[in-house]
């Protein structure tokens, strides 16, 4: 007897059906896609970001510097 790939098994086995829940996500699950999604943008504007406070930060040490000495 020849099967079809449609047709259930031999041995009558259920199938389980994923059905689509209705339900959002919870908000700690959605932060996680949304910043796997975006790992790399983030990395690049935090590494962006303390390099622009790194350098603020050593300017104005060198005007207090300055300021200090006259």
């Known amino acids: 007897m020849k099967t079809s790939r449609h047709t259930r098994t031999t041995d009558k086995t259920p ?3 994923r059905t ?3 339900q959002k996500p919870s908000r700690i699950c959605r932060s996680r896609r949304w910043i796997a999604r975006r790992r790399t943008a983030l990395i690049y504007n ?4 303390a390099a622009y406070a790194t350098g603020t930060g050593i300017v ?6 300055i300021q200090q000495q006259i």
């Open 15 to 17: 199938r389980i059906r």
């Open 20 to 22: 689509r829940t209705t």
């Open 46 to 49: 935090a590494l962006r970001g």
């Open 60 to 65: 104005g040490l060198a005007f207090y510097l």
